[in-house]
């Protein structure tokens, strides 16, 4: 089951859509709370609403939801060396050359681009801006104190349940949809940040995208941790990579998110960035008019225009 929010062009009005067949359409009900929908079944809601089909030409995607809480994991441990590489290579170009040929002659990481230890004990995460989010074909404007915005592509799980202490079993129960994320970020910014002890902070809270149209669990939770994702700028094809090899499973992380810590229904948590799927690691950083597309299978498109 797909949902999206959709908002009337002329009247402003919101009304929550279900996509059926390949059809987009409008769920009659007052209600315009996505999550409350994407805690029922298909059938309950074919059952309990009437379905009326609608030109998408008069109405936009909206935000689906407001997040009231944002937690970002980083589950890809080949995100965090590779990234650190690039960080590397991009602000320290001096120390590029000894870490280059360590990795060839050894066909080893260098060891000092690899986490902490505690990295691999616990499911390490960051607490964004909730309210700074955006969602498809809207535009993301470049930071004043920035001239290295940077994309990354994840996915974000949401729950609809509360939490705290939970098993994996009941972290999984909680979750109920899926969306595709784009943690912008600044990388001129991030490393002063990180070297502080604290952050990130200016380097994310400007904004983060999310995808209008969100899948229900039961339609893609088997398929999540084998998906194949796509990176396009100004439809140039930039990188392809999977959401395989993750170090801990999604409700392994939110489990651990709720240890002695309440959750609440609503809150969102990206995935970390998918390998290769950000400027530091493959190169392409992002400039004022570039469109930025992410593309997941099973799930669809995120777009937006760098202003």
Known sequence: MKLKKVQNSKTLSCRISIELESNWKIIESDETDLLRFLGKSLSEIQQNYKLVSYDQIDYQDALPFQPIAYRDFMLYEQHAIDAARGFVKKYMPYLFPIVNTFEKITKRSFPKLKPSKRYYQYPIYYLGNHLNFITHQQNIAIPVYTKELDYELEIAAIITKPLKNATVEEALDAISGFAILNDFSARDVQLDEIKTGFGPMKTKNFGTSISSVVVSKDE??????????????????????STKNKLFSFQKAIAFASWEEQLHAGEIFGSGTIPTCT??????????????????????ILSNTVI
């Open 279 to 300: 400027g530091i690691e493959n190169g392409r950083m992002l400039k004022k008019g570039d469109l930025i597309r992410l593309e997941v299978d099973k799930m669809g």
């Open 220 to 241: 893609i939770v088997s398929y999540i941790d084998d998906l194949k994702v796509k990176v396009f700028i100004n439809d140039e094809f930039i990188t392809e990579s």
